[in-house]
């Protein structure tokens, strides 16, 4: 039991967020593809998105100090001060519902990092070793190096969206491909680069084949990612593979209820078979 002079902590290992349901994101505007209709995100949902990244990325080449905000002498009461005031900033529930999938999912990281740095720097034993640990700091720079290339490349990818928006098909196509070059693990880039592919060259096979090679990298990197199924679904769509696409857009909604662009597509698909 906690004694009195000393806060209560939260036992080693349950101060973690619970599972992300609802996965979703509110993508770019999608560009008129056989008449498809077309939506915009709304701008809080993107300048969340933006802030949560960049404030992942700064923590990410912090110390565990730094992030919680207290000094290296800091005592476990200031240190749980610190952790409940940035958990109940960043913890995924107190994201709105109406929010995107990647604004939750990126909530989340920054809580599991919160959370990680306040066992640690409650524990005794763990303190004294991190502090070693941070001590010696030879990976200080490449953390920086690795940071800076992250948000260099989130910057292709919304330079990307942008063109994207206005049918500058191959402008968004080079944009995308940078970002995914820069950070290849960012499931999405590779979403939208093979969506920005099959756009710029429609009635071209080669085109398509590149497209669906991308998305599926988009896919594997990011099973939960919804914009990847919708791109697909709309992908056979366009070559006629009608029984793929509606799957794709049924797998869509699965990752995200709230997919109005998938919801449309199987409305479409409903109607059509009802009249058949």
């Known amino acids: 039991p906690a004694s009195a002079a000393e806060p209560p902590r939260l036992p080693k290992g349950k101060v973690r967020p619970p599972p992300l349901k609802g996965r979703r994101r509110s993508g770019a505007l999608l560009p008129e593809v056989a008449g498809l209709a077309t939506r915009v995100s709304t701008a809080a949902d993107r300048s969340l ?19 919680l905000g207290v000094s290296r002498d800091a005592q ?13 900033e960043y913890h995924p529930d107190k994201i709105a519902g109406s929010m995107a999938d990647e604004v939750k999912q990126l909530a989340g990281e ?9 066992e640690t ?28 290339k992250i948000l260099a ?15 500058r098909y191959q402008e968004a196509y080079a944009a995308f491909q940078e970002a995914a070059e820069l950070y290849p693990e960012e499931g999405e ?53 009608a029984d793929k696409a509606e799957k794709q857009f049924e797998k869509a909604i699965q990752c995200n209820p709230d997919c109005t662009e998938a919801l449309r597509e199987l409305r479409l698909f409903s109607s059509s078979n009802r009249n058949a």
């Open 49 to 67: 998105k933006k802030k949560l990244r960049t404030d992942l990325e700064e923590m990410r080449r912090q110390t565990y100090f730094e992030i």
């Open 76 to 88: 476990p009461g200031e240190i749980q001060k610190a952790f409940f005031s940035l958990a109940r």
């Open 110 to 118: 920054i809580y599991d990092l919160v959370t990680r740095a306040y």
């Open 121 to 148: 720097l409650c524990d005794p034993e763990e303190r004294n070793a991190y502090l070693q640990q941070i001590s010696s700091g030879p990976r200080k720079k490449e953390m920086s190096d690795e940071v800076s």
């Open 153 to 167: 490349a989130e910057g292709k990818f919304q330079r990307g969206e942008t063109h994207l928006r206005k049918g």
């Open 189 to 241: 880039f590779h979403a939208y680069l093979g969506w920005a592919a099959f756009q710029r060259a429609p009635s071209d096979a080669a085109a398509a084949e590149e497209a669906l090679d991308h998305i599926m990298r988009a896919i594997q990197l990011n099973p939960k990612l919804d914009k990847a199924y919708l791109f697909l679904g709309y992908l056979y769509k366009a070559l006629g593979r």
